[in-house]
């Protein structure tokens, strides 16, 4: 793997890049659509590369509980299972495991965990993370992490940090792959001293890329976003930085601004098979009354497959007679502006008018409010920590 | 509308046909996959297309209920409403009404049914059937039959033929569109002598194309092959022969022996949503286990888009997963196979090979037991009548 940043935003630390996988370069800022179990929901991977796409992410957990990782081993990796050739970036399962998998014990050695699909038990330690996501191929692999709920106690965190960083340190020693890079996380919860020395002692162990996890997890925005300006000035700056599980469009936007390369989220898929759609000025639900009659796309002036041959009546239609149908379009629709917005944000880094797009997208962009915003999310997590769908 | 008959099988009925409309030209035999609610379950229009396919029948019944024919008249009509730039074919809406609405009555005028969405009443007569279509613009529109169960009693069948006469001379007047066609609709369930009446006299009303209708209600395989014989001799030559609701392979290519032009069903698209699969050698269910570790395709050597890219065992895992992906792909393969089969079909008329192609196809192809299938249809039936997903 190679990374190169191009250009560096002069008002903000925002900054245009390559980053070269064995499966091809992909510019940066860039976001990932999630493929949990080996498909973009609603999507075949023709449809991914079609939207432009050029890597994606894929659940390591879901996919060595179902089908299992013998099965795709067989299949001579996740990129030729999924008929995929893009790259492919595979978390460690450790998010998972934190989050939906029951009965969960975490020892200095690993964790030991019960499938949420039938219970059974399984066991995740930093050498078995890296051996599963060699086993799939991933062009780059993340470390196994200790992913505290973020408001825990302040000495909670502090061993989270400290475990992940022993951790980190043992997925380089049983990493054998030397043609998948090995992605280090950065931990520390909303404490900004936690998180520059998290940030600084992964920093020395040298690893190709790093990714500041522990974030959208119901915590408030404002406290997302610190916690990325706590961090990034203390990663290396010619290294790839990977905000996980952060994919809103004003998000993309804020994360952008503070110098994050590579993001990940099922919100813009996830929200999509709900009848949310993004547009320029804020979400819509496409499911409202109104939309029955409206014979425009839903988002007029929209490039995107579905808006070029669809009107918001017809999707309006499709939900309301749950036709299958209408969930790819509407998936289609969310990740098309979601890469439109990256393309976008780079084309606006490279010609030093970052700030004025910023200023422009979120002064257009309506939000959802924020009290609404978290309950939804911590809804959600809920949710899929009693029978998830995807995460 | 053209009909041309381009070529004649010497040992069968079978031949090859020109259908002009005003959507494009359709090579005959055909078979039109069912976009019951302005959408090929699981498909987009222009899956439909890349699919081979440049016909499809839409189900005035449902989307008169859903969304309502003033949105389609809003959007342009069907074709623009569904961004499908291929010829339709629509129903009258007489077989739902007779199989799906509940609390019908008929009387000589037309039919009072209930919606089996909401329970609303609505009114159906030859006049508006006919004016329905209109609205929806098809290419091809159904005058409004009676459809009677196909064990009813003579008397009654007899009865239902006569007013299906009456009913198709009234939908001949309606009729205000030039640049629409209205087939007719032979009745007559397992009587011979009903058929033969009831397509001489249809025919003397000089129709562009005749439907055969009330088979496929679960009737014995060898009953609804014994209409068509009795059905067939007697309709105009140089028209095209449509057989309603029938569309198993095997059906396909003894309903092509016997002379018919056009066929439409959603079996192929149903049972891939169950996980059956149509191979050369007869159906199979994707969900068996025996798949899961299959790294060849469903049907190796088949060139659908499913089968170009994916295994067999990656197609189990999306059915074990529930993905959505999973409809869609099976559907490709069935609709795709399913088209092939017509075009080897017609290619086998021209070449003068139908004969031992229909050999060889049936000798391949092992159905499902009669008792089973019966059974299976049986089911499906009485579920549609209590739920419709499709028809």
């Known amino acids: 793997m190679s990374f190169t940043v191009l250009c560096q935003d002069g008002g903000s630390r925002a900054r245009g890049g390559e980053l ?12 990932l659509p999630v493929a949990s179990k080996g498909t973009v929901k609603t999507l075949s991977s ?88 060699e086993t799939l191929g991933s062009d780059i692999a993340m470390v196994l992490d ?57 920093a020395a162990l040298d690893f190709p890329g790093y990714a500041i996890g522990g974030l959208s997890l119901g915590e408030p925005k404002a406290a997302t976003l610190a916690a990325i300006e706590a961090t990034v000035p203390f990663l290396p700056a010619g290294r790839p930085r990977y905000l996980m599980g952060v994919g809103s469009p004003e998000d993309l936007v804020e994360g952008v601004a503070r110098g994050i390369d590579i993001f990940d989220c099922a919100l813009p898929t996830r929200v999509a098979r709900n009848g949310s759609l993004f547009t320029a000025t804020g979400r819509v639900n ?21 808006c070029r041959s669809y009107s918001a009546a017809y999707l309006h239609h499709l939900f309301d007679a749950r036709e299958l149908l209408a969930y790819r379009l509407a998936t289609v629709h969310n990740l098309f502006f979601v890469n439109r917005l990256m393309r976008e944000m780079r084309q606006a880094i490279v010609a030093g008018d970052f700030a004025a797009f910023r200023k422009e997208f979120l002064g257009r962009y309506r939000t959802t409010d924020e009290p609404v915003r978290l309950a939804q999310k911590r809804k959600w997590l809920r949710k899929a920590a009693s029978g998830p769908e995807d995460t």
């Open 20 to 31: 070269g996988t064995r499966h091809g370069t992909v510019a940066t800022p860039v976001f």
């Open 286 to 306: 496409i499911r409202n009354a109104g939309f029955g009659q409206d014979m425009r796309p839903v988002e007029p002036g929209c490039d995107c497959p579905t």
């Open 146 to 202: 200790e992913c505290p709920p973020f408001d825990g106690r302040r000495d909670a965190i502090e061993a989270a940090c400290e475990r992940t960083l022993r951790w980190a340190e043992r997925c380089l020693k049983a990493k054998k792959r030397a043609d998948q890079d090995l992605f280090a996380i950065v931990q520390g919860a909303g404490f900004a001293d936690l998180r520059r020395h998290s940030a600084e002692q992964l």
């Open 46 to 133: 023709a449809d991914v590369t079609e939207l432009g796409f050029g890597m994606l992410l894929a659940n390591t957990y879901h996919l060595y509980l179902q089908p299992g990782l013998a099965v795709i081993e067989k299949a001579g990796g996740l990129h030729r299972f999924m008929a995929w050739d893009g790259a492919i970036l595979t978390d460690s399962g450790g998010y998972q495991v934190f989050s939906l998998a029951s009965l969960r014990k975490v020892d200095e050695e690993g964790v030991t965990f019960r499938s949420h699909i039938d219970g059974s038990e399984h066991r995740l330690t930093p050498e078995l993370a890296v051996a599963f996501q």
